[in-house]
């Protein structure tokens, strides 16, 4: 009934029986009996096992869903979004990380819904398009740096990474060139770099969504505007199998918010 092995019980009872200090069992021919102080553990017991039941089966109704994506997007995007479900009652468990591993942890049954910037490949997880992020190279007005049709190198540069990969990409669809130049700032975390983009350290490529407020108030000015941004497409991936609890909800208020991307 409880799918445990004889052995197993038996091994867990011994276990009992010496923290105890005494036989909780009688061995007869016929089996085996309860002593009276089993008997009395047993009673004492019923009501405490009885509530552990019921709250594993309130926490088995209600488990969080369990959401992951890239940290900059879940603050900016995500949190402010589904904050009015969450205060309505969705319970949600936030994963941040890299599109790679986020979508390791949702093929194992670890996370239940990704936001990715990488399409997974085959059919086995559903991944419908969420929205488009749009790029723009930018820097603090106090440089001093012109609106430019082609780039100029002398500033520092600031890098999500060390081989450039959101910089250079912007360079060769914007300036149909090779940006080949070492980083002057590596930071993995681009709130960090719009933070030292507006602090003055140097130039930038950042989703505008991050710094649609930066751009606004004029703490930022983009360097090169265009028609034809780079963009990189944003995919909700769900895991396999039967629906999760929330999931539409997550969705239909994610999709609400990046309605004007």
Avoid at 215 to 220: F, Q, T, V
Wanted: proline share 10%; net charge negative; glycine share 8%.
């Amino acid at each position: 009934m409880l799918g445990l092995a004889q052995s197993s019980v038996t091994a867990q009872l011994q276990t009992l029986e010496r923290h105890m200090g005494e036989p909780l069992f009688e061995r007869h021919a016929r089996g085996i009996r309860p002593t009276p102080r089993a008997d009395d553990l047993a009673t004492r017991l019923a009501g405490p096992l009885d509530q552990l039941a019921l709250i594993a089966g309130a926490e088995a109704t209600a488990s969080p869903l369990r959401l992951g994506g890239a940290a900059e997007f879940l603050e900016r995007v995500a949190m402010p979004a589904l904050a009015p479900a969450i205060a309505q009652g969705l319970r949600l468990a936030v994963t941040p990380g890299l599109a790679d591993d986020l979508l390791a942890q949702l093929r194992t049954g670890s996370l239940d819904l990704v936001i990715s910037a990488v399409r997974p490949r085959g059919r086995g997880l559903p991944a419908p398009a969420l929205c488009d992020e749009e790029f723009a190279l930018v820097a603090a007005p106090a440089l001093g740096i012109e609106p430019a049709e082609s780039p100029r190198l002398e500033h520092p540069l600031l890098a999500y990474a060390h081989d450039l990969p959101i910089l250079r990409r912007y360079w060769r669809h914007v300036f149909g060139e090779r940006l080949d130049r070492e980083p002057d700032l590596v930071m993995p975390d681009l709130r960090a770099l719009a933070a030292a983009a507006v602090a003055g350290a140097g130039v930038t490529v950042l989703p505008t969504y991050l710094i649609a407020d930066e751009l606004a108030d004029g703490r930022l000015v983009e360097l090169r505007p265009t028609d034809d941004p780079p963009i990189n497409t944003l995919f909700l991936v769900r895991r396999p199998g039967p629906p999760v609890a929330g999931v539409d909800v997550v969705d239909r208020a994610l999709r609400a918010a990046v309605a004007d991307f």
